[in-house]
């Protein structure tokens, strides 16, 4: 988190210097107003050497505990500095640890719970706005359970998406492992036997043998390709779908959206801000800012939508949510349809995709066999 220099008067009118931790120079100033400051300038100052690493983002499994005991406390009664920190003391993982030390010193301090979470950098926004809305509504329990489920929604979903492709890159994996062991270790031993018979092979013993020799010649080089081809894709964030695939994580990413935008109104958070928040759990961030920004200007939500290129079955509930007064239940509904509909594609094509890499296996390790086969057979009638 970088570092702001400012200056200004403390609540005796003495004039005042220093330097202050913040995520932005908004955030320095409402920290400083927080201590009776009154700011007069603000300015980033050079990053301090020898102070602790930046802390990172949690991981979704992290929010969703935090978020579930933090509310478990509260609701026994405990306050929330008491919460915190039994919270730090039980806290053994090195990420989380850290986090909630600071958090019980912000707390502590006076400073407010949401603007702690916010300026810890280890939180989602969505998060530490949800904990805003709830503190000035007095439903910070009630919120912190829902951004449980919703996170908990988010992870079921992320989970269900590996594990259906789980089982083709497994089968890929073997099938070219199989391939390749017998491409490198098989057919040159027994070429060699092929080239003693001094006959004209068969086509696809010509071929096995030719993909032999171009795999001992530039093997080496394709893994190479294929390892800088990797880390190029992970450092630019590029992911390869199968076949059938895309459709399912866009209805998951439209469900995932639109259940957390559902979540954020009831919180009472303005739609505006809602999109806006939700617009980074989604590939295709722009078109919900696009949305945010008609909306803003005074377009009804489900035009919005429409413009952005929503389904029209998607557009119709929502202007029927609107319209009666509960955009968040008709925003619920669409991600139910959503997830329903993506876990019945997502059934279909984990069904077809067992029985096509099976056949695709045996397809490849039948040529090799037959490519071997053949020439052996032939010798056989030459013989007699």
Request: glycine content about 8%; hydrophobic content about 45%; some cysteine.
């Amino acid at each position: 988190m970088p570092y702001f220099n400012y200056s200004g008067y403390d609540a005796k009118g003495k004039n005042t210097k220093g330097t202050i931790e913040a995520g932005s120079s908004i955030q320095a100033v409402d920290r400083l107003t927080e201590r009776g400051i009154v700011v007069v300038d603000v300015k980033l100052a050079e990053e301090k050497k020898g102070k602790a690493a930046k802390i990172k983002l949690l991981p979704l499994e992290q929010h969703i505990f935090f978020c579930r005991s933090l509310a478990s406390y509260l609701k026994s009664g405990l306050p929330l500095a008491d919460s915190l920190r039994i919270m730090s003391k039980q806290a053994r993982d090195k990420m989380m640890k850290p986090v909630m030390e600071k958090l019980l010193a912000e707390v502590e301090g006076g400073r407010k719970f949401h603007t702690a979470l916010a300026e810890s950098g280890a939180f989602r926004e969505s998060l530490w706005r949800v904990a805003e809305s709830g503190e000035q509504s007095g439903t910070l329990i009630s919120v912190l359970g829902e951004a449980a489920d919703e996170m908990k929604l988010e992870d079921d979903l992320r989970r269900k998406i590996r594990g259906a492709m789980t089982y083709p890159i497994v089968m890929a994996v073997v099938g070219v492992g199989v391939v390749v062991f017998m491409l490198t270790y098989v057919v040159p031993k027994i070429s060699d036997l092929f080239e003693d018979m001094h006959q004209t092979l068969p086509l696809p013993t010509r071929i096995l043998i030719a993909s032999s020799e171009f795999l001992a010649n530039y093997g080496m080089w394709i893994l190479v390709a294929l390892l800088l081809g990797f880390l190029y894709m992970k450092h630019k964030k590029i992911s390869i779908s199968f076949p059938g695939m895309k459709g399912i994580r866009d209805q998951l990413n439209l469900a995932l959206v639109m259940s957390h935008i559902s979540t954020l109104i009831k919180s009472g958070i303005p739609l505006v801000s809602a999109l806006k928040m939700a617009s980074s759990m989604d590939v295709y961030k722009q078109r919900w800012l696009d949305a945010a920004e008609m909306v803003k200007a005074g377009h009804k939500f489900d035009r919005a939508l429409e413009r952005i290129g929503m389904p029209e079955e998607t557009v119709a509930v929502v202007r029927v949510g609107e319209m009666g007064g509960d955009l968040s239940g008709a925003l619920t509904n669409v991600s139910n349809q959503c997830r329903e509909f993506a876990q019945s594609r997502m059934e279909k094509v984990s069904t077809l995709i067992e029985p096509i890499m099976v056949m695709s296996l045996g397809i490849s390790v039948g040529f090799i066999v037959l490519a071997i086969l053949t020439p052996v057979f032939n010798l056989a009638g030459i013989v007699r």
